[in-house]
């Protein structure tokens, strides 16, 4: 590949909120150009327009259908569509030769009984399941650097996943109780009541009290029963962010000492997931203010009577929640640096 | 009447922002009480599904239909339709008896002309403009005291209305330049792109540079040709309340203790509206902040060179701005003490 | 007493948050007038000046010195000062014959040696500790009437009392979590580097990632020891407001109709608590947004196994976790109806 | 200068909002490094402890005293102290032959009496002042380039004369009301009550109703006499912002065409200035939420009766309105290209 030849992307989705952060990364990505936009219902209409943020990056491009997308000529495609309506498109890109970042739920789970069970659909494509790579990378770098097709992560589940992966990996996990908080973009671009400003505005709701979906995808990725686990989802006034705090009983007995090597092992190596150190101890849990708009996960924790850990981390849910691990993964795909497009800064205070 | 006896009052429209607004209020008035909550798109629906902060004070009532309320044995009606339906509603209320407080547009203009221009529609009951009274019992009291239909005000058109009112009224306005800024409230429970919480959120969008249709209120009420006239219309970010920032020009040189003396002359007797003290400087101006959930209007001014004077108000437009106007107007419509009901504390801070 | 003589207050802490939200409650209380707002630091400053909401109920009064105050002829104090400083004061209230509500933490612990494990000091005047009464009606009405000294209540220990009190009474309880949000007026009226707009602004942060101090209260009075209980306390982006969400443990297995009966048999009766309904189910867990300004507490559960319940309790702080139950305490302690004064609805939405 | 070599700045100030912005951008500047960030109330801390979101960038680092600072080998200074105590600290950094930009008001304005009018201070170093350059690139590009020492600009300045500078140019400005909106960063680091969380928190204060000083600044850079210009300052309720309404009187009559030419002209040549576009008319008008962490100003208008015109600007007061345009101006002292380190997208939605 020559120098100056980026490798072309498409977006399906363009015009959603994952599809803008899509878009927003990739403006500024020195290997990866977006070649076509996707959008059903904005076909037609300006990038700049649905996404206004944008109108300098992609100045005379506008949505355009699948079948005006130059897809032959891509290298990779983003899919932002919604579960269910992924799965088909998905299997489309892939017959033409495209490696493809799923970032709906579709190919998270290995088993089509297990989608049916969180997401109450058949799995339109249940074949394609076992060549997916779970798309998180500090979990499945290997896997998703060969693979051709690559799932999303649920925000829920990266914020949670991220928290604990170090205590799982050492089979130390007696039984976990995540509880979540999730900012407003996390329900997506489509206007609803529960969304509307006036409600919406500062609330704090329990949107679902044990068991959020995303708990499939920690099951399944840290190999942790479901009955050891409980998954609680609030809202919490702001557009972007994700907040997990693990309750987490141990199975035996560790020091402080223990745990922060047992975490600096897994994340030292980490370019975008930080540890939050010990003192000052203001600063030992992690707040999603402090990530806006950056690819980083924050992870922090504390010990009681060594053997109950609260650890504590913090995303963008668009980003490392999203887009951010979808274009991580898609560096890893292309053999492009990782970190590439993903460096910003956080923009804090905001 | 018994003392025991209150008057029956039905809304229509309840489900809305304002009618819910309505329900918040008469939910402790003393004199009236709600028979009849009425919505097309909610009927059947427990009042505290759809307003889960008024569950206590109407156990067991669903919203019904029109046809389903005791609208003959009600004593005067709310209507909280969105404007061009709500004329014809108005009609057949008036004709079965009832005294109308209509919070919708349709009876604020008194010319079929101006409504039209400013609202795109035809006037559905000209016949009806001549006896209908503008609802700003500040402005307007004798005449509602003695109206069978009573208009709502615009909230913007209250906010700028009390802000100039006794310099109109002492025929000292050259030309004013209207600033107003509103909560999301203001655009009424209906989910929209626009109001959606991840854009909505900390927005500052000008909704409209020069012209707001309120406007025409401003100019009828304070008999002020539109030539004279200007209102910018932005959001701002939160739920309730409208400041507005009236920019004057006198018309002749005035010194500021002869301004204090004309605002004082118009508002000392006026229960809901509190002159702001010119010290400390920093409580000179209102913020709208300060009467969330209460009926007050604040105003405070500065002179500059004798000659422009900026005025600034502040109100919480469901109460002030909709639904507290309107209660007033009905206590006066219907004989009872004009702050009944109405007297909430402002809370602050929130 | 005559019709129109009303009870005398005294406020001591009253430039304060509480003890603005205490003027803002007595304000319009028909049976308790203030006649002093003592505040050392803001001595002569016109309560107008520093709680702006309040100018029009307190015209012409200034914040007091405690020898300029009319102590004597006082009925009742209520003490809005810090820990630690304000156990004498409340001494000397009492020996100047007033009843007392203390709404420090100085006399909610029975015992100086959890006083001192907890707060870091000597008790003032335990001797006064076994003659206070906890300030909690719900728990403890029948004290409180025949008291002379009644505690406030820590607004986190509030919310998770109000939450698992139910299941207390009826012995239920093998353990529970605590999580508590809690909005920025928590903190007090004086400026501080984590209180600062630009920092506190949608933060999310861990304040106390176990055991916060309200536990003592909780374990005290639901007497339920330390070992069963745990309570992290965040922030949540609100000013007004806090969230208890407890985890129960269930010591035997319930169905949820036997819960229902639980829960409904300890608060039907309660004025001010207002259980949620399980249907439709996005009202079943209260959120704060729900009772701003209001002296209401949500509690709404779910059962998960027959096991594990999921209690969540929604306050506003200043009202029902700090002002508003000391109100009512003291309408108790005065023989005045307990709900006098503390009736306004909650503004929604706001 | 080698490729590997950055050029070497120096903070001093650097634990306050502007500094911690500076550092922010600096953190990945490809030819800027930071060798001391100076602080004399946090000496001794580390740049992660006061500004966590940069602890990834400044591991290890410390602030540093001015006396422990390199500050001979350094290139560059931002000075980033209150105005008043900065411009003898920007006199020491000259003398020592570094290349200065100097965030504070001390060397925006040229005359030292308009200084003292405005700040009520005596100019400490009125010498300075005629080598100064103002540092908006957009206005002043030439003079940067070869200044020694370079002014930041005030950020409601920096919207208000980006609003206007076309047509101040054109010398088409009968006269100017700006009407801005500020983000409650721009009051800084320092917790104050107007500040406090609880307070500051969704107001909508008027700050200055008439003068604010920045206004010297629009009226010396693009001449225009004090008689024509006001600028009133309000708050919003955001971290960053400003918004900067500028209703400006023509002294001629101009079409809508002409006006989109002459600020084509202006404008299309800026990197950062971004104008926005007539349709759709929702987005014809900024917003400061499309810019927050970028150095973007955007910049919409429209016209009224061929003789009024609204113009609207937009920019993050932290970055273009500060930090931002300080690097800008940095980059064209030292030859680097003018947007190195500044391209960051903006975060939205947030």
Known sequence: MHQNQKFKAVILGAAGMTGGELLRI???????????????????????????????????MNFVSYDEAPINEADIAFVALPHGSSANEVAKLLEAGLKVVDLSADFRLNDPEVYRHWYGL????????????????????????????????????????LAILPLARAGLIESVHLDVRAGSSEAG????????HPFRSRSARIVEPFSHRHLAEVSQELELPLEKLSMRLSTMEAVRGVQACADVTLNTKLSEKELWKIYRTTYSVEPFVELCPARPSHLRFPDPKLVWGSNKALVGFALKDDIHCLVVSAIDNLMKGAAGSAVQSANLMLGIPETEGLEMQPVYPA
């Open 189 to 196: 671009a489509r206007p609803s009541t529960g969304s509307h």
């Open 122 to 161: 058949d799995h339109p494509r249940p074949d394609l399941l076992e060549s997916a790579a779970y798309g998180l990378p500090e979990l499945n770098r290997g896997k998703i650097i060969s693979a051709n097709l690559t799932s999303g992560v649920g925000c829920n589940a990266t914020a949670s996943i």
């Open 26 to 60: 990739l403006a500024r990505h020195s290997q990866i150009s977006v070649t076509a936009a996707i959008s059903k219902s904005k076909r037609g209409t300006p990038i700049g327009v649905t996404h206004p943020h944008l109108r300098s990056y992609f100045q005379g």
